[in-house]
Nanobody, 125 residues
């Protein structure tokens, strides 16, 4: 019922910036908390950032604090992840996810009901 489509990934030099977008369709978007996750080669999927359904609160994993910013535009049914000062260790497939019935941020991927297909981010040194 909910379709999430990420875009904005690509290849960037260390220290550079990228902005990822996730467009949602299919049902009400504004009532759901949103999260960004990533999975690097050979590693488990990890929580990166989250935002409440009203956008009042955000949460970040320690490794990206001060470098990444999550935001949402409910009028456009879109959530963003602005990534700056990128490092090679940020290389991963990035996924956006939506909770189905809660506006609260949760770091566990199991709490999210809808997932995008992922977009590759590669940071070269």
């Amino acid at each position: 019922q909910v379709l999430l489509v990420e875009s904005g990934g690509g290849l960037v030099q260390a220290g550079g910036s990228l902005r990822l977008s996730c467009a949602a369709s299919g049902r009400t978007f504004s009532s759901s908390a949103m999260g960004w996750f990533r999975q690097a080669p050979g590693k488990e999927r990890e929580f990166v950032a989250g935002i409440t359904w009203r956008g009042a609160y955000t949460d970040y994993t320690d490794s990206v604090k001060g470098r990444f910013t999550i935001s949402r535009d409910d009028a456009k049914n879109t959530v963003y992840l602005q990534m700056s000062s990128l490092k090679p260790e940020d290389t991963a497939v990035y996924y956006c996810a939506a909770r189905g019935a809660s506006g609260l941020i949760v770091r566990s991927g199991s709490a999210y009901d809808y997932w995008g297909q992922g977009t590759q981010v590669t940071v070269s040194s």
